[in-house]
């Protein structure tokens, strides 16, 4: 494996929150963002589920990671794992369009291998979910063995599962995974690793974007009208050489023969 648990990015970049195969909003982000390699993308997780278009979605970040490695950071996201995709849509997907599991099998044994965060310029501490409390330092991160299925509880879970709250300290997450955190401790941890934002995914907001904690914790949502019904905004975060931050919002992609919304999945976290 040549990228890190903590894979180390450079200035100027994108990033970009859940996309969950809505495959024609993922063509406007990269129309409104740029294309890659011209633009620098890192991506925060859940590519799969919920959207009509998990395969495609995935099919065209790994191929553009194949093609310019240096140019796209594809991190591990909740949904990127065996259990959840059999629940939330990929699996099925996977059968419906192939006529068996064998697709769905190799993707799944590739989500193994994502970085689970990234660093932007030493600065900027990017993930999916959020922070554990069995997690102190980078370093910490850095010694696990992330070639597994996603476990069902401890720091790798964690990483994946927790959210950012407005009560202090580590709270039991409604989730089922992970858990709450408050600004104590984004702060705290921003101190002990030197860094100044922590920008995340996860959770839908209606603006695309939200900032918590005073502006310690960012979360990106890049999937716009999410699950082709919340009426949400998505965005993309900007970060130029001077790491100075522009939000861009974007509305859905006009809608292209998806069938109607019929059969309702567990909305876990809507």
């Not at 395969?55 to 194949?66: I, M, Q, W, Y």
């Not at 900027?124 to 597994?148: A, K």
């Not at 019904?229 to 006009?254: K, Y």
Request: glycine share 8%; hydrophobic share 35%; net charge negative.
């Amino acid at each position: 494996m040549e990228e890190s648990n903590v894979q180390p990015v450079k200035s100027p970049v994108t990033i970009c929150g859940d996309i969950h195969g809505q495959f024609h909003d993922l063509a406007e982000l990269f129309r409104i963002g740029g294309k890659c390699p011209d633009t620098n993308y890192l991506f925060m997780g859940d590519y799969v589920d919920r959207g009509y278009y998990s395969v495609e979605t995935v099919t065209l970040l790994v191929a553009l990671k194949v093609r310019y490695p240096q140019r796209i950071t594809i991190l591990r996201g909740n949904h990127e794992s065996r259990q959840i995709t059999q629940v939330y849509g990929f699996y099925d997907e996977c059968l419906r369009k192939y006529g068996n599991a064998n697709v769905w099998k190799i993707f799944t044994d590739l989500f193994d291998y994502f970085p689970l965060t990234a660093l932007v310029e030493s600065e900027i501490f990017c993930l999916h979910g959020g922070l554990s409390p069995s997690i102190e330092t980078l370093d910490n991160i850095r010694n696990f063995d992330r070639v597994q299925e996603v476990p069902h509880e401890g720091p790798m879970c964690d990483l994946l599962w927790s959210d950012p709250d407005d009560r202090c300290g580590w709270g039991i997450s409604p989730r089922g995974a992970g858990y709450t955190f408050g600004q104590d401790i984004s702060e705290q941890f921003n101190h002990s690793n030197n860094l100044k934002l922590i920008a995340r995914a996860h959770q839908l907001v209606m603006e695309g974007y939200n900032w918590s904690h005073e502006q310690k914790v960012v979360t990106i949502f890049s999937a716009p009208n999410y699950c082709y019904r919340c009426g949400n905004m998505a965005s993309i975060l900007e970060v130029d050489d001077c790491r100075a931050h522009t939000f861009i919002q974007f509305e859905p992609a006009p809608r292209r023969g998806e069938p109607d919304v019929t059969r309702r999945t567990p909305d876990y976290f809507l």
